[in-house]
């Protein structure tokens, strides 16, 4: 359909979302606007990238992806001062900010250049919605399986839901002569590894902000306001990190190993750490400049060395398939949280979570080792 033209829906589909969400009566009608700004967010978060790597030549993809990922570093930065800040007069304002910065990306939108369209058949809706229905059953048996006496028969039947729709949406990602999944990415090494890798990290990634959220005011009690300006160190460091990554002559691959240990030691760091409730501040803003750190730099070498080794065809679906790759580690980091610390108010309940956070990382390492001894037999 044109990438311009999809990244165009995307913003107004987001925009329509953020202006029922501020204007949301009760708590149902505030879930359906923040799912359908989900769905604008995920389609303008592809198609942005595809549309800056599409404009600028192969060698500069590394440096234009750092720049795009300091850009969502420096929006998740200011995101939690503001919201904390906002939330504290209201609730609704946390919403309404949104509306004027996202009319105008769509006023901008319009100098973005016009791909032109390429005839091929209609997207694989079924193959979609099998897929969301695999990630919605599999959270579910995990949230589930968390409860003290989960009911069986709704556990079991859940769980056989999830792998029959795997299958179907595997069976059509094989067969649709337009996948939701196109499976033949993955025959590019350098693709597999970044999507396994980047799934890997999200899943500690959302796990470490919601849970520091929750040790800071459930725990510790702080503000929403403190809370917010603490955030600012993790995305702060992001942006300086991205930028830096962007610059160097290192290869993708060992930013996203470099990255994926830094998230490792940050999540030691808190399981030595933060233990009680009298733990030190210190080392809980140390972690964050690490996980900062640590997402600034392996987000670009995911990204510059997944979507950057394919066609530039198929840098949109590449980078589509790595952004859902994103959302369903983060899906599940958010459902473990859940099934570790309940409603988030007791310090021991968060040990396992900052061992998990740790463990994502090194997952994350290692999942792109392999890429790295290719590299390394190749360049020997």
Same mark, same amino acid.
């Given at each position: 359909?044109?990438?311009?033209?999809?990244? =165009?829906?995307?913003?107004?589909? !987001?925009?329509?979302?953020?202006?029922?969400?501020?204007?949301?009566?009760? #708590?149902?009608?505030?879930?359906?606007?923040?799912?359908?700004?989900?769905?604008?967010?995920?389609? /303008?978060?592809?198609?942005?990238?595809?549309?800056?790597?599409?404009?600028?030549?192969?060698?500069?993809?590394?440096?234009?992806?750092?720049?795009? &990922?300091?850009? *969502?570093?420096? &929006?998740? &930065?200011?995101?939690?001062?503001?919201?904390?800040?906002?939330?504290?007069?209201?609730?609704?304002? =946390? +919403?309404?900010?949104?509306?004027?910065?996202?009319?105008?990306?769509?006023?901008?939108?319009?100098?973005?250049?016009?791909?032109?369209?390429?005839?091929?058949?209609?997207?694989?809706?079924?193959?979609?919605? %099998?897929?969301?229905?695999?990630? $919605?059953?599999?959270?579910?048996?995990?949230?589930?399986?968390?409860?003290?006496?989960?009911?069986?028969?709704?556990?079991?039947?859940?769980?056989?839901?999830?792998?029959? @729709?795997?299958?179907?949406?595997?069976?059509?990602?094989?067969?649709?002569?337009?996948?939701?999944?196109?499976?033949?990415? +993955?025959?590019?090494?350098?693709?597999?590894?970044? &999507? #396994?890798?980047?799934?890997?990290?999200?899943?500690?990634?959302?796990?470490?902000?919601?849970?520091?959220?929750?040790?800071?005011?459930? #725990?510790?009690?702080?503000?929403?306001?403190?809370?917010?300006? %603490?955030?600012?160190?993790?995305?702060?460091?992001?942006?300086?990190?991205?930028?830096?990554?962007?610059? @160097?002559?290192?290869?993708?691959?060992?930013?996203?190993?470099?990255?994926?240990?830094?998230?490792?030691?940050?999540?030691?760091?808190?399981?030595?750490?933060?233990?009680?409730?009298?733990?030190?501040? =210190?080392? +809980?803003?140390?972690?964050? /400049?690490?996980?900062?750190?640590? $997402?600034?730099?392996?987000?670009?070498? !995911?990204?510059?060395?997944?979507? *950057? $080794?394919?066609?530039?065809?198929?840098?949109?679906?590449?980078?589509?398939?790595?952004?859902?790759?994103?959302?369903?580690?983060?899906?599940?980091? #958010?459902?473990?949280?859940?099934? +570790?610390?309940?409603?988030?108010?007791?310090?021991?309940?968060?040990?396992?979570?900052?061992?998990?956070?740790?463990?994502?990382?090194?997952?994350?390492?290692?999942?792109?080792?392999?890429? /790295? @001894?290719?590299?390394?037999?190749?360049?020997?």
């Amino acid at each position: 359909m044109g990438r311009r033209r999809v990244f =165009v829906w995307g913003l107004v589909a !987001f925009t329509i979302g953020v202006m029922l969400a501020s204007l949301a009566p009760n #708590v149902g009608i505030l879930i359906l606007a923040r799912a359908l700004q989900g769905v604008g967010a995920s389609v /303008i978060v592809p198609t942005s990238l595809a549309l800056l790597l599409e404009a600028y030549p192969k060698p500069d993809h590394k440096r234009m992806i750092s720049i795009w &990922a300091a850009a *969502g570093s420096l &929006a998740a &930065a200011l995101g939690p001062v503001l919201g904390g800040l906002l939330a504290d007069l209201d609730w609704r304002l =946390v +919403f309404a900010l949104k509306i004027p910065l996202a009319l105008v990306a769509l006023f901008a939108a319009r100098a973005l250049p016009t791909p032109p369209r390429k005839a091929s058949p209609l997207p694989d809706l079924v193959g979609a919605a %099998c897929l969301a229905v695999t990630i $919605a059953s599999f959270i579910t048996v995990l949230t589930m399986s968390s409860e003290g006496k989960p009911d069986q028969l709704r556990l079991w039947v859940t769980a056989a839901l999830g792998i029959s @729709t795997f299958g179907l949406f595997l069976y059509r990602s094989m067969r649709h002569p337009d996948p939701v999944v196109d499976l033949r990415l +993955f025959k590019t090494p350098s693709f597999s590894f970044a &999507a #396994v890798g980047m799934a890997a990290f999200y899943v500690g990634f959302s796990m470490m902000l919601l849970a520091c959220a929750l040790w800071a005011t459930n #725990v510790w009690e702080w503000s929403s306001a403190l809370t917010g300006i %603490c955030f600012i160190l993790g995305p702060g460091t992001a942006v300086v990190t991205s930028l830096i990554a962007g610059r @160097t002559n290192l290869k993708a691959e060992w930013l996203s190993l470099g990255g994926g240990l830094l998230f490792m030691v940050a999540g030691l760091i808190w399981a030595l750490s933060l233990t009680t409730e009298n733990s030190s501040p =210190v080392a +809980f803003l140390a972690g964050f /400049i690490l996980t900062g750190a640590a $997402a600034g730099i392996a987000q670009t070498g !995911f990204l510059s060395g997944g979507a *950057g $080794a394919l066609p530039e065809e198929d840098y949109a679906s590449g980078t589509g398939i790595i952004n859902t790759g994103r959302q369903i580690g983060a899906a599940v980091g #958010v459902a473990l949280l859940v099934a +570790f610390v309940g409603s988030g108010d007791q310090a021991v309940s968060f040990g396992p979570v900052w061992v998990t956070i740790s463990i994502s990382g090194a997952t994350a390492a290692l999942a792109i080792l392999p890429a /790295i @001894t290719k590299l390394s037999s190749r360049t020997s």
